[in-house]
């Protein structure tokens, strides 16, 4: 097969589809290929059972704008479900024994889950002094600003649960940038964060409520509406070997398709994979900066799905509970999510989410299905106070490149693909490498995308 376009986008996952619904929408010529035999990457709902689960990212949060917007755009073709006002009660484990994590200053005072001396040291917090080293980890951040109970029962295992991630190795500026800008701008977490509050939104701001969604039916019920919207005769599934290569003012992209090989003439590129990825599909580009870019690291994570058709557990009353490193358990965390989302589990039963691994146990990864097992159904019944383990259903799943580390190297990486963008005209790099994890995220990054087409 042979065939000339506009612009091509590598990867179909959220934002790769996201980029190709909108280049759409703009009436540009656009192919869109994807190594699997399935649009989506790591989105993927599954019915099982009497159960409704994702094989990827469970749940998003209505961070920008863009995400009401492109639901909006999507003309009812899926159906945004946000989550219950139970997502809004919190756990940390401490000492065995879930605690609300504290959603205010007041909250803090009282919680067993911070220090006597850091529950003073909060109120100090508004007139500290703006930090001025821009590589400053999230970790030192934190105890400088409030101290260290404060990072091992609030920041840590909320790191955990985002990034599956180490504090000491993100820095705050790359990893929770509005963080950064709270100290930066306002000089202080609480005092910016209350100033925020009465600082007037314009109606697209408003759009941006911090609401935890999904979709009605799974998240793959968005694929579906993302592939028919962008037009389903312009994605190529299963291209394997891909390999870009300039020619002039063009780029010659050539692949094979069931044995076949694919050629592809193009004006612009936009990749939207993984760092991992580009090396071999981008053998021009320069080696040093291709360096740089793979100097980003993935945690390793595994997710476990379990379901019980009837629940003889803990009342799952919140979004679910994460668990410190400094508890020493095998588990990271667990997510209630058939108490925050409709139709995920039968009447009077429960689904959940437990995940281990993550920058600090890769080790955990390393475990077959029989030893996951074990340690599922012993640190689950634990902390869940299940008397007896007998899911109705029970998954593994496991992800080798999970969540991207915006750690140290976060500067040269971006660095290096301004670079690569600028040497090669017409090359635009996307993906999770950059601009965020979340699906907020990938949406918002695949909306750019197009605008920049």
Same mark, same amino acid.
């Given at each position: 097969m042979e065939k000339t376009v506009e612009v091509a986008v590598i990867g179909a996952g959220l934002t790769g589809l996201t980029t190709a619904f909108y280049l759409k929408k703009k009436n540009k010529d656009f192919i869109l290929?994807?190594?699997?035999?399935?649009?989506?990457?790591?989105?993927?709902?599954?019915?099982?059972?009497?159960?409704?689960?994702?094989?990827?990212?469970n749940t998003g949060v209505v961070g920008n704008p863009e995400v009401p917007e492109l639901?909006?755009?999507?003309?009812?073709?899926?159906?945004?479900?946000?989550?219950?006002?139970?997502? $809004?009660?919190?756990?940390?484990?401490?000492e065995g024994v879930?605690?609300?994590?504290?959603?205010?200053?007041?909250?803090?005072?009282?919680?067993?889950?911070?220090t006597l001396k850091d529950k003073f040291r909060l109120l100090g917090e508004p007139f500290r002094s703006s930090g001025t $080293?821009?590589?400053?980890?999230?970790?030192?951040?934190?105890?400088?600003?409030?101290?260290?109970?404060?990072?091992?029962?609030?920041?840590?295992?909320?790191?955990?649960?985002?990034?599956?991630?180490?504090?000491?190795r993100l820095i705050t500026k790359y990893a929770f940038p509005k963080l950064y800008?709270?100290?930066?701008?306002?000089?202080?977490?609480?005092?910016?964060?209350?100033?925020?509050?009465?600082?007037?939104?314009?109606?697209?701001?408003?759009?941006?409520?911090?609401?935890?969604?999904?979709?009605?039916?799974?998240?793959?019920?968005?694929?579906?509406?993302?592939?028919?919207?962008?037009?389903?005769?312009?994605?190529?599934?299963?291209?394997? $070997?891909?390999?870009?290569?300039?020619?002039?003012?063009?780029?010659?992209?050539?692949?094979?398709?069931?044995?076949?090989?694919?050629?592809?003439?193009?004006?612009?590129?936009?990749?939207?994979?993984?760092?991992?990825?580009?090396?071999?599909?981008l053998p021009f580009a320069d080696n040093e900066l291709l360096n740089a870019v793979e100097k980003l690291k993935y945690a390793r994570?595994?997710?476990?799905?379990?379901?019980?058709k009837q629940w003889k557990g803990m009342e799952l009353d919140g979004f679910g509970g994460l668990i410190p490193f400094i508890e020493k358990r095998e588990i990271l965390g667990v997510l209630f999510l058939s108490a925050l989302l409709s139709y995920r589990a039968p009447e009077g039963g429960a689904l959940c989410s437990v995940f281990l691994g993550g920058v600090r146990r890769e080790d955990l990864t390393d475990k077959t299905d029989d030893?996951?097992?074990i340690i599922v159904e012993r640190e689950f019944s634990d902390v869940m106070r299940l008397k007896e383990f007998n899911p109705d259903l029970f998954k593994i799943i496991r992800y080798r490149y999970a969540i991207p580390q915006y750690g140290i190297e976060s500067y040269e990486k971006l660095q290096a693909l301004e670079q690569l963008q600028s040497t090669y005209k017409g090359l635009i790099i996307g993906g999770n490498l950059r601009d965020g994890i979340g699906m907020a995220d990938r949406i918002k990054q695949g909306k750019h995308l197009a605008d920049i087409i």
């Open positions: 290929l994807e190594e699997k035999d399935i649009p989506g990457g790591v989105i993927q709902t599954r019915h099982e059972n009497g159960f409704t689960y994702e094989e990827g990212p639901f909006e755009d999507l003309n009812g073709l899926c159906k945004c479900e946000i989550a219950s006002e139970k997502v $809004n009660k919190r756990y940390i484990l401490k879930w605690e609300p994590m504290p959603m205010g200053p007041i909250q803090a005072v009282n919680t067993p889950l911070f $080293n821009p590589n400053e980890p999230l970790s030192e951040m934190v105890k400088r600003r409030m101290g260290q109970s404060f990072l091992d029962y609030a920041i840590d295992p909320f790191i955990l649960g985002v990034y599956s991630g180490d504090p000491s800008n709270l100290e930066q701008n306002y000089g202080s977490f609480i005092g910016g964060s209350i100033k925020k509050m009465f600082e007037k939104k314009d109606e697209r701001e408003k759009k941006a409520t911090r609401k935890v969604f999904s979709v009605e039916g799974g998240l793959s019920e968005l694929i579906s509406a993302l592939c028919k919207s962008a037009g389903e005769d312009s994605l190529l599934l299963n291209i394997k $070997n891909i390999e870009v290569n300039p020619a002039g003012d063009y780029f010659i992209i050539t692949a094979m398709q069931n044995n076949e090989k694919v050629t592809i003439t193009t004006k612009k590129i936009i990749t939207t994979t993984g760092s991992y990825t580009l090396r071999p599909m994570v595994i997710q476990v799905i379990l379901g019980f030893e996951v097992k």
